[in-house]
């Protein structure tokens, strides 16, 4: 029993070490995510193990440093180093053309969404609020309602948008008030009326990538932060 007992503190050891050596070499990092901007692939509080020799490349998750105070802010601050790291989906890299049409992502004119779970808002009526059922709302995120008006808005993956799709009608709800849109592109140009639905087209420049959350209405990413430069991105989510 007392071997049994060192061997497995041998091993606790080692793996320990290994674990250690990895992160601070950043081979290997691990992180707790602690937002719902990734879901529905990655769910809020999910450990993620994020590798430093990958490479990044469209659909795959990065983990990078964010240059700004935090993600939405009254005026563009690239001197700002506040040292968080942030998970988002890789959706631009350098020389890619992207452009966003009534909430549906194209990256060199082909659609880049056309096969992810995201989470995307629907406008219903108040009577089919009433035909959701409530275990379908896991979150206060899965549902707001409107100021104007007090129309419901819900927030549904592919699967609940199937589940619902053929019993209420779903509206897809698009940001067009520039109120609403908060510090959308303002690091971009601030000429450019550009609503976190509807942008571009625009050409990401060399070193520099397009990031956006899979909950498309609830994510803080490259609409309001500003590209991702090659230097600040610490490593690729391996296992999502």
């Known amino acids: 029993m007392k071997k049994i007992g060192i061997g497995f503190l041998i091993i606790s050891g080692v793996i320990v070490l290994l674990l250690l050596t990895a992160r601070l070499t950043g081979i290997l990092l691990l992180y707790t995510v602690p937002t719902g901007s990734s879901e529905p692939t990655i769910k809020k509080g999910t450990l993620i193990f994020v590798s430093g020799i990958s490479k990044p490349a469209p659909y795959k ?97 592919n699967a609940l948008y199937k589940k619902y799709s053929s019993k209420i009608k779903l509206k897809p709800y698009l940001i067009t008030d520039t109120n ?32 956006l959350g899979d909950n498309r209405h609830n994510a803080m990413d490259s609409r309001y932060t500003g590209f991702v430069e090659k230097e600040n991105i610490t490593g690729i989510v391996i296992n999502k």
């Open 61 to 157: 998750f990065i983990a990078f440093k964010n240059p700004y105070q935090d993600s939405v802010l009254s005026s563009y601050q690239p001197d700002y180093t506040s040292g968080y790291s942030f998970i988002s989906r890789l959706c631009g890299a350098p020389g890619d053309f992207i452009e966003m049409k009534n909430g549906v992502l194209f990256v060199n004119n082909k659609n880049f969404d056309e096969f992810l779970d995201l989470k995307n808002q629907y406008k219903i009526s108040t009577n089919d609020f009433g035909l959701i059922e409530e275990a379908d709302f896991p979150s206060e995120e899965s549902y707001e309602f409107i100021q104007t008006g007090d129309s419901p808005i819900v927030t549904f993956d």
């Open 180 to 211: 609403m849109s908060g510090d959308c592109f303002k690091w971009y140009n601030g000429s450019v009326k550009w609503m976190p639905d509807n942008f571009g087209p625009l050409i990401i420049p060399a070193n520099n990538y397009f990031v």
